[in-house]
């Protein structure tokens, strides 16, 4: 893991999501042909891409309940324990719709209703991650969505990971199939015999999974285009080092293009964390995968002070941001950009990725500058109510006629004139009456 004192060094704005013209051209003959030939599309594409022919494309209700043989009792507890953790949290970013109601009469408002149907997309391949079933569906439930459908790749056997399963299970979801890839994202879209389009897709995936969301955003929504894992520690010279060196192994064991950076004013701390990192890499099962993150997007950046790391924080805009400092609740005001924050030496990231409650689903790739992590509202629309009152629209037509005419728009002019006018009318006659 290479020392630097130069922030450019510090590479986490990679071009993820853009991929390679020859990957932007495959994902587009997927999504084509599933547009064009739907389930049979399935079917081949999984025989070739992932080597596995199957049967049916839907989980059944006795795959899903068989799943439970599998998976430890004790570890089902903690799942719903989870479950619970998660909900709280979101819980309490559900808002209502509202009316606000003038002395005029005129009344203006916002009504938030939930998605119709919303798909979920859960990564297979190197990692099933049932942490991603209760991340996608359990703000979408909250939101009250009323159908949620999973789409996730089939093991080489033809059957989906039983923690997944049964993660799915426990909250209630029974449309599940055995999809994945560009043409997952293809069947969710236009729908298929066996599957029916959705609203709004989410959930992370590989750069094919990405590609075909950035694609088909416009037909339906996306959450975001999500790129590999990242995180960055901020640590001062009085931290651990064996925590520091875990915690950005955390991430680096999730895929060769992930992100592991130490920010630090301590070029003590940044050896001592370079040797930890090098000690503990070695017992990692995934060794291989977080060697090659390690060696390609690891990094510590060391900073004069401080205040200049906290600078770099804000530059480099992470997904997942570590405070481990002396107060870092000091620090959390002068954090503008990152996805999830995490506070002193017991809140390390895989905290949030599993339990605590907070979303894991979050801005990657510099993009937390704008975007938030995935919460209740992206599986809400909001429409605004307007009751204008006769009073109000007199009192304001000149002026609304107005701005219509800076614009050109007459016909828009016309339609508030011919009220005033219509109004006019009903004066002068009931007059003479």
Known sequence: ????????????????????DAQRQSVLNILQRVKKEGDKALY??????????????????????????????????????????????????VKQSWIDTRESGTLLGMKIQPLDRVGVYV????????????????????AGVKEIVMVTPPQKDGTLTPAVL???????????????????????????DT??????????????????????????????VAGPSEIVVLADEEQNPAYIAADLLSQAEHDPMSSSVLVTPSHTLAQRVQSEVETQIQSLPRKAIATASIRDYGAIYVTETLEEAVHAVNEIAPEHLELL???????????????????????SEPVGDYFAGPNHVLPTNGTARFASPLNVDDFTKKSSIIS??????????????????????????QAIQKRVEATQQEEEDDGES
């Not at 049967?55 to 619970?84: P, W």
């Not at 055995?178 to 069947?187: E, S, Y």
């Not at 389009?197 to 416009?218: H, M, Q, S, T, W």
């Not at 400092?325 to 809140?347: C, M, T, W």
């Open 388 to 413: 204008y009152s006769e009073q109000d629209l007199l009192q304001n037509a000149h002026k609304i006629m107005a701005l219509a005419r800076y614009e050109g728009l007459e016909g828009h002019a």
């Open 44 to 93: 081949h594409l999984t025989l070739r891409l992932d080597g596995v022919s199957l049967d049916d494309l839907r989980v059944s209700e006795a795959e899903r309940k068989a799943a439970y043989d599998h998976v430890d009792e004790e570890a089902v507890t903690y799942f719903q324990e989870a479950i619970q953790n998660i909900e709280r949290y979101h819980q309490k970013q």
């Open 195 to 224: 599957i029916q389009p959705v609203d709004k897709i989410v959930g992370p995936g590989n750069i094919y999974v990405a590609l075909a969301k950035r694609e088909v955003f416009g037909t339906v929504d996306i959450d975001m």
């Open 325 to 347: 400092v002396q107060d870092p609740f000091k620090l959390l005001g002068n954090i503008r950009h990152a996805g999830a924050i995490f506070l002193g030496e017991y809140s």
């Open 1 to 20: 893991m290479r020392i630097t004192d130069q922030l450019d060094e510090v590479s986490l704005r990679r071009n993820i999501g853009q991929g390679t």
């Open 123 to 142: 990564p297979g391949g190197t990692a099933a991650l049932l942490s991603s079933v209760l991340m996608t569906v359990i703000p979408a439930k909250v």
């Open 166 to 192: 049964v993660a799915a299970d426990l909250l209630g979801v029974t449309e599940i199939y055995k999809a994945g890839g560009a043409q997952a994202i293809g069947a969710l879209t236009y729908g298929t």
